[in-house]
């Protein structure tokens, strides 16, 4: 055998290793998900809340409390989490958002959530429905293709 059949054949071979090995990592960590959202299904609540703010923020910055730092992986300390500032009752908490609710949340307005602990999983307006007004900026590069195309007399892609 020539020695490029033999590079072949040790690529063919890794590349089949890496692909289980993350079949089996992505099947354990789907497992973990539903766990975790069992979980969080069990102990929710529906609160009353007005939203005084939402940003995303790093966990240090969020104002949340030390115990909950201290419980969360060390590389997810860096990362931005979406959080959202509310006045429940008389007092004022800091809140981690749901990634998929977190541009539905209105800002300002009173509001009925769904509440896990400190984790926010869903909200519906208390006096009708929520309007959001915030549209997200485009990219560079999609604002760029989206030119390019209406130049060419093509359809945007949406």
Not at 86 to 113: H, N, R, T, W, Y
Request: one cysteine or more; aromatic letters at 4%.
């Amino acid at each position: 055998m020539s020695t490029l059949s033999w590079v072949l054949l040790i690529t063919l071979v890794v590349l089949i290793a890496v692909i289980a090995a993350l079949y089996f990592l992505g099947k354990r960590a789907q497992k973990k998900q539903e766990e975790q959202q069992k979980q969080i299904d069990a102990y929710k609540q529906t609160v009353s809340m007005l939203i005084i703010d939402k940003k995303r923020m790093r966990l240090k910055d969020a104002g949340l409390p030390q115990a909950v730092i201290a419980q969360t992986p060390k590389l997810l300390r860096r990362s931005k989490l979406p959080i959202v500032k509310a006045k429940v009752g008389p007092q004022i908490v800091s809140l981690v958002c749901d990634e998929k609710i977190f541009d539905s949340v209105p800002v300002k307005k009173e509001v009925k959530a769904s509440v896990s602990g400190i984790y926010l999983t869903s909200v519906k307006g208390l006096r009708g429905s929520i309007q959001t007004t915030e549209k997200k900026k485009k990219g560079w590069l999609k604002r760029k293709v989206e030119e390019l195309q209406e130049k060419a007399g093509a359809k945007p892609v949406k």
